[in-house]
């Protein structure tokens, strides 16, 4: 089952193409790190996914097959928009309250019991709460919905690094506990690194690359040869993004497996996430490049019936 | 250890139940019981003052109504007395009472879908499993029932607070602008229409205080044109040449001096009313100059001389037809807003 399937996804707002001819299929049981710099279409592409934007062009669905927005797909996802909007004036309590009244499922003995390892008190009003507690609020009820798929905007552009950590412990007890798939968006790599096991890479409404992450590590490597033949190998080579640091050129290129030749008098060296994430967003149009790059590293987008 | 409030079944088929209407009662009523006990607080301080000067007034009245002969000497001074010390003061409470329905539209129903928008929350309501539509429902229709039946409570209190100065002879009958939106069922028609504009202006708007602002200005802008140029055309209205005629408690659309079938101004009427010394200040009301003579009637003077009083009106008797159609149409009105301000949340991209 696919979590998230995109098709020609494409959504305008005004003029302007906030995604275009998105086409991502994402496998369940995964963490999916949506990486990419401002405006690059995240935000766009989680709001077509839980139905809050309807798309220009292109379908989006959900949790096999259900159409984003639909009750069906409602029920099944739980979503923490970015700045973690919470009504300021109500109490924990009422939080709780009311997001049990607004859903078919709420575990109202899983909410608490978090609530209380945090130290957050149900008479605390959500106005009065640091940033790294109302993030844990805010998540501990979704995740007290039971959803399948959590969907997480910018989780942790307002927290300390104490706070992130904290707020991603929390999911990944639930992806551990209870298998939820969890879509999350961010620009902080350090954090996707440990945890994001799907990488979707987005740049200026598109999406570069899309794959499990020891998938596409395995099929990128770092050359590092002589400058001097940087421009020769790289014609013969599927360059992602090239490095120069004195006589010594580094080439962030795409292969085939570990068994293509490396050049005589080169060097391979297996890439990082981190290097594989940054690489690609220095190069926008790398992942539009010609040539059987995209089908090749988008393999795990096929849909899945 | 954990307790489910509903049991959770892992496998969902796509026609699953929808959450109950019932449980967005708390929520609606958690998150609007201020705006809702603000527009108790204002009708019950609105009803007090009624209540306590529509007592002295009826107790004074009913020294007017138990004098006999009615409207004759001792007794017409007493009413003309009891008129010029409550009717002033009656106009003023009337207006306030006018701005209620605006008040409570821009602040009960504005918020409803302006505060999410403006403060983002919409994107965790509108992602939960009730649904956004059926969430806007849930919120916008017992709110809207319950300020209309507020509304509706209170406009019997308002008719038996004006009812002395009829009584005693006041000139504005049932159909009067300042009065007939205050009573029946037109009332609480234009409460619904003041919440149905703010729930549209809140979602096309999306920030507070300028939808509440626009709500109020809208609601007026619609109350004046109703009862300045529309309210008139529900029915034609009725015409008098009787140049004497008794317009007690009639609607006075129109009163126009006449001559040989060709409207005459007021200059052409003081010109022909100057051999007498008088003025007429409006084609009804004249001013006598210092050589008047008291024995001559400006109105029956201006018919010896070929004038003609043409005055046109709706009369009292109207009142429930026009009531019920106003009342019609703003309901039509009202329950289009709200339509299209759920068909916008369920459109609204985010």
Redesign the interface.
Same mark, same amino acid.
């Given at each position: 089952m696919n979590v998230v399937e995109a098709s020609g996804l494409g959504k305008r707002y005004g003029g302007t193409w906030a995604l275009r001819e998105c086409a991502l299929a994402i496998p369940a049981g995964h963490v999916a790190a949506l990486v990419g710099p401002n405006g690059a279409g995240k935000t766009t592409l989680l709001n077509l996914a839980v139905g809050l934007a309807a798309p220009t062009t292109g379908t989006v669905t959900v949790l096999g097959g259900r159409p984003a927005g639909s009750p069906a797909a409602l029920d099944g996802i739980a979503f923490v928009a970015q700045n973690t909007p919470l009504y300021k004036n109500l109490s924990t309590a009422d939080m709780l309250h009311l997001t049990r009244n607004l859903n078919r499922r709420f575990d109202q003995g899983y909410a608490r019991s978090r609530l209380a390892d945090l130290g957050i008190p149900l008479k605390q009003k959500a106005g009065k709460m640091s940033g790294g507690q109302q993030a844990q609020l805010a998540l501990t009820l979704a995740l007290a919905r039971r959803p399948r798929l959590l969907v997480l905007d910018e989780p942790m552009a307002m927290l300390d690094p104490l706070a992130r950590h904290d707020f991603m412990a929390t999911v990944m007890t639930a992806v551990a506990d209870d298998g939820v798939s969890v879509l999350l968006s961010s620009h902080v790599l350090a954090e996707l690194e440990r945890v994001a096991d799907y990488l979707i890479l987005m740049s200026r409404g598109r999406v570069q690359v899309a794959g499990e992450v020891d998938g596409l590590l395995a099929r990128h490597r770092v050359l590092t040869g002589p400058a001097a033949d940087a421009g020769r190998h790289a014609e013969r080579l599927s360059v992602v993004h090239a490095r120069h640091g004195g006589a010594q050129a580094h080439l962030l290129v795409r292969t085939s497996g570990a068994t293509d030749p490396v050049p005589p008098g080169w060097e391979a060296h297996p890439v990082s996430l981190e290097e594989l994430t940054l690489a690609y967003l220095r190069e926008p149009g790398a992942g539009a490049l010609p040539g059987p790059a995209r089908a090749r590293y988008a393999e795990p987008t096929e849909v899945t019936k | @250890?954990? #307790? $489910? /409030?509903?049991p &959770?079944r892992p496998e969902?088929d *796509?026609s $699953? !139940?929808?959450?109950p209407w019932r !449980? @967005?009662a708390?929520?609606t009523w958690?998150?609007h019981r201020l705006a809702l006990a603000g527009v108790a607080a204002l009708f019950g301080v609105a009803a007090l003052f009624l209540l306590v000067t529509g007592l002295r007034m009826h107790h004074a009245y009913a020294a007017v109504a138990a004098c006999h002969p009615a409207g004759r000497g001792i007794c017409q001074q007493l009413a003309d007395n009891f008129l010029s010390n409550y009717a002033p003061g009656v106009g003023p409470v009337l207006g306030l009472l006018q701005v209620i329905p605006a008040l409570a539209g821009a602040f009960v129903a504005t918020p409803v879908l302006a505060r999410e928008l403006e /403060?983002?929350?919409? !994107?965790? *309501?509108? #992602?939960?499993?009730?649904?956004r539509a059926r969430?806007a429902v849930a919120k916008l229709a017992p709110l809207a029932v319950a300020v209309t039946i507020a509304a509706g409570a209170f406009s019997p209190l308002v008719s038996w607070y004006v009812q002395p100065l009829w009584g005693a002879g006041d000139n504005n009958g049932p159909l009067y602008p300042t009065i007939f939106d205050l009573r029946g069922v037109a009332f609480a028609a234009w409460m619904l229409a003041g919440f149905a504009i703010g729930a549209l202006a809140g979602v096309l708007i999306r920030r507070v205080i300028p939808a509440m602002f626009a709500t109020i200005l809208s609601w007026a802008g619609l109350a004046f044109v109703t009862g300045a140029f529309l309210r008139q055309h529900y029915a034609a209205p009725l015409t008098s040449t009787n140049p004497n005629v008794n317009i007690h408690g009639w609607w006075l659309i129109s009163q126009q001096w006449t001559r040989h079938g060709q409207p005459a101004s007021l200059s052409m009427i003081n010109q022909t009313l100057h051999a007498i010394d008088t003025q007429a200040v409006t084609p009804g009301q004249f001013q006598p100059g210092p050589a008047a003579s008291a024995s001559i009637d400006p109105v029956n003077y201006l018919v010896q001389h070929g004038y003609a009083l043409l005055t046109t009106y709706q009369p009292a008797s109207r009142f429930w037809p026009f009531q019920w159609i106003e009342g019609s149409w703003l309901l039509a009105l009202s329950l289009l807003f709200l339509a299209a301000t759920v068909w916008l949340v369920r !459109?609204r &991209?985010?």
């Open positions: - | @250890m954990t #307790t $489910l /409030t509903v &959770a969902q *796509a $699953l !139940r929808p959450v !449980r @967005m708390w929520v958690r998150q /403060t983002g929350t919409f !994107r965790y *309501a509108w #992602t939960q499993a009730f649904g969430w !459109r &991209a985010a």
